[in-house]
């Protein structure tokens, strides 16, 4: 949002100051920082501005991604990186030390609703990018949209369109990423598609917490969280952390003493 909005009660620059804050704290070593979409509300150029106004101190690499609620030319107006700029589309693909992250842009501009796209163009980043990929590290990829059923008809309807064809590019590159992670429903799900681990994140600001097999999306102000992914010599560890907890803290063995947290 614009310096200073609120998007249903809630100052998002607040919840993503708390966010660095949190890893700054307690995750200095952290190797970058995915952003899943949804940088701003409704794609406008103030938001971008005060977005990368407040990632400026981060202290990390930031791999921003593209979601139905962005604009790709306000955003790059406002927040120039070269290295995003893939064919037109804010994508990525960064090697890091134990693994290499792949970043898609889902956004499908001028559709009626909220699903997302990948054409040729970037389908064929990403058979590139999985190719060009080192076989002795493990491969995640982020979209903001989830190629796979959430079981929420009303989630699915604005999904990855065409998610088979994720599964060509895998055959074709000859390479499936080791994990998916992805955004837009607001809510915390993990499982496996087509043998592979998926995983989605919830915001920081409000919750999608439509359950069961409603038609309608209901929003929530649920805790948000942020997700801490450490990858080790066997796999990838996924932590989700409460962001705004504040409450007691205790023992849970050896003691009934409950200390209220400094």
Excluded at 248 to 259: D, S
Aim: glycine share 10%.
């Amino acid at each position: 949002m614009p310096e200073g909005r609120l998007l249903y009660g809630i100052d998002p620059r607040d919840r993503l100051d708390a966010a660095l804050a949190l890893l700054a704290r307690d995750h200095a070593g952290v190797g970058c920082l995915v952003l899943l979409g949804d940088l701003a509300h409704r794609g406008e150029a103030e938001s971008y501005r005060a977005l990368t106004a407040a990632l400026a101190g981060a202290g990390m690499p930031i791999i921003p991604m593209m979601s139905n609620h962005d604009r790709r030319r306000a955003f790059l107006e406002e927040y120039p990186n070269d290295r995003l700029r893939q064919d037109g589309f804010v994508q990525s693909a960064v090697e890091l030390e134990r693994c290499t992250l792949i970043a898609l842009d889902t956004l499908d501009e001028g559709r009626s609703d909220a699903g997302g796209r990948l054409c040729p163009e970037r389908r064929q980043f990403l058979r590139d990018a999985l190719r060009d990929a080192r076989s002795d590290k493990p491969v995640y990829c982020f979209l903001h949209h989830p190629p796979f059923a959430t079981g929420s008809p009303a989630y699915d309807a604005i999904a990855l369109d065409e998610p088979e064809a994720l599964l060509q590019i895998f055959d074709a590159a000859g390479r499936r990423p080791d994990h998916m992670l992805c955004g837009h429903v607001h809510q915390t799900i993990n499982g496996s598609w087509h043998g592979i681990p998926i995983s989605t994140q919830r915001s920081l600001v409000h919750q999608l917490g439509q359950e069961g097999q409603a038609e309608v999306i209901e929003g929530t102000l649920e805790q948000p969280t942020i997700t801490i992914g450490t990858v080790t010599p066997d796999g990838l560890r996924l932590r989700h952390r409460n962001l705004l907890y504040e409450g007691p803290v205790f023992l849970p063995k050896g003691t009934n003493e409950i200390v209220l947290r400094p």
